[in-house]
């Protein structure tokens, strides 16, 4: 996008631009994107009363922005400039305690309620607010106090900001009901302007957030929902964490991988550490203590080339604008989620990989799910012979895009997969081959790979028996029964395309 504001870095007083002198006096904001300028315009004109109701629903918008096109800053400047407290609703407490950080270190004032407090905690939120607190953060569970409810009403609650809203549908239906009440807070504390921010929404998202929010209606501000900075490769293996630890070896850091659970994220972690150098990597999940936490997040932030295994609990909360590479061991439920998490790179415009690792098994764990539906998204993103980027935007109900970058509008040829080598092995010696035999041959040729390619001999025999039993289990090698017992060979009915690598 084009800046559209540039101001005289002498004279920074523009008193016909409240807007802009906001965002630089408070945040250092030099100009403001296009779709932030139309966002806050729309927010401060439904509060004013000028705006056309019926294309505006009454102030009533929801705002799809990719990741990192500066959300916050479209519900933070306007906070600064209404003559009364906004209300922003987040998903999860580290969200809302990285946000306050940030925020009065950019001298907007804010206050935060969460469960657990005492009224004496609370009183004090109250007596900042009545002192000029221009922010009230919070989140959909603490909101279910109708007494809570009730004093935030009576501070007269100008705007209401639900961020990451998507989570309104993706939660609400799911582990997180208080999410769909938060149309009987809205409808209680009845503010001039409500606005939902989400960067990834497929319509049947967005319908079912406007029905919840906004009981259907709704006006839509929507971007350009590609992030054309961020380029998608898809990598094919059947032992995840060893590719991992080859992405980290080879690929730009600072890194996020993320792990399917908090185990794994803890395992990864682990085996970087040991491959790397203690202090290579960290991780962080649901389970770990606000202090731990607080001390990973610290830690990478400043980190110019650590690698962090986390969960999908880490997802919403970072604000780190230098990740180079994204990893997946697991594809995330929804191409939402997958977009949303891959977004975590290149936030400071630069370029970012998205790399999902993908194996045989995932293959047959998705192949159960209706062509089409949302929890198809994902096999279609990783198994698609066109465009990746625009499997995922066509999910999202997106516009067409030229790629910027992905594996294969780019040509990118890799080597062998670790399945895709003993497949060929074994099409290439029919009835040569025991289980035992290609598991063997296969883990001296992947250690000799890995050598090469970092350093280290990583594979283990374990490796290999995983290999082979994917490739047993999806039917691409079968095992002879008569003439050459016990020997494999590789079922043409099944894959009648194998890679000649």
């Known amino acids: 996008m084009e800046e559209i504001i540039k101001i005289d870095e002498d004279d920074w007083i523009y008193e016909d631009d409240p807007v802009a002198k906001a965002a630089y006096v408070n945040f250092g904001i030099r100009y403001m994107f296009p779709w932030q300028r139309l966002v ?10 000028r705006e056309d109701n019926d294309a505006f629903c009454k102030g009533r918008q929801i705002v799809l922005l990719p990741t990192g096109a500066g959300k916050s800053l479209c519900f933070q400047v306007p906070a600064l400039l209404l003559d009364g407290p906004s209300l922003v609703i987040y998903p999860l407490l580290a969200l809302m305690t990285d946000q306050q950080r940030r925020m009065e270190e950019g001298s907007l004032r804010s206050v ?11 009183a004090v939120c109250f007596e900042k607010i009545k002192n000029g607190a221009k922010i009230i953060l919070a989140n959909p569970e603490v909101l279910q106090s ?25 939660w609400g239906d799911s582990f997180r009901p208080s999410y769909l009440g938060l149309g009987e807070v809205i409808n209680e504390l009845n503010p001039p302007v409500i606005t939902a921010f989400t960067a990834t929404a497929s319509p049947p998202v967005l319908a079912r957030v406007s029905e919840i929010l906004f009981g259907g209606q709704a006006h839509i501000v929507r971007s350009e929902s ?42 990864m972690a682990r085996e970087l550490n040991f491959c790397f150098g203690n202090g290579t990597a960290q991780y962080y999940h649901a389970g770990l203590e606000k202090s731990e936490k607080e001390a990973v997040e610290k830690w990478f932030y400043q980190s110019k080339d650590g690698i962090l295994c986390a969960t999908c609990a880490y997802g919403m909360g970072v604000d780190k604008k230098d990740i180079k590479t994204v990893v997946h061991l697991e ?19 630069s370029i970012a990989k998205a790399i999902l690792l993908w194996s045989l098994q995932d293959s047959l764990d998705y192949s159960v799910y209706k062509a089409g539906s949302r929890e198809a998204a994902l096999r279609d993103f990783a198994e698609t012979t066109s465009c990746r980027r625009q499997v995922l935007l066509d999910a ?22 670790d399945w895709e080598l003993a497949q060929k092995l074994i099409k290439q010696n029919p009835h040569f081959y025991s289980s035992e035999e290609i598991e063997e041959e296969l883990s001296y040729k992947m250690n000799q790979h890995f050598l090469k ?19 047993a289990k999806t039917g691409r090698i079968r095992t002879s029964r008569f003439l050459w017992r016990n020997k494999l060979y590789v079922n043409r009915n099944i894959d009648k395309s194998i890679k000649n690598v």
């Open 226 to 267: 590609d992030r054309q900075n961020i380029h998608y490769f898809v990598r094919h293996t059947a032992v995840k964490k060893k590719l991992a630890l080859e992405l980290a070896g080879t690929e730009q850091r600072p890194m996020i991988i993320f792990c399917g659970t908090r185990g794994k994220s803890e395992d």
């Open 396 to 417: 999202l109900g997106a516009e067409q895009a030229v790629c910027s970058g992905c594996d294969i509008c780019n040509g990118i040829k890799y080597p062998p997969s």
């Open 453 to 471: 390619a970092i350093g280290l001999k990583v594979w283990e025999h374990n490796d290999s028996k995983t290999v082979v039993s994917q490739l």
């Open 146 to 170: 109708k007494k809570l409810v009730r004093q935030l009403k009576e501070v007269g609650i100008k705007h209401i900001a639900i961020d990451e809203a998507h989570c309104v549908s993706e």
């Open 331 to 349: 594809a995330s439920a929804t191409a939402e989620a997958y977009i949303q998490e891959a977004g975590r790179g290149g936030r400071d415009g």
């Open 40 to 49: 806050v315009a729309n927010i401060m004109e439904a509060y004013e009363g």
């Open 112 to 122: 935060t309620f969460r469960g657990g407090q005492t009224e004496k905690e609370r």
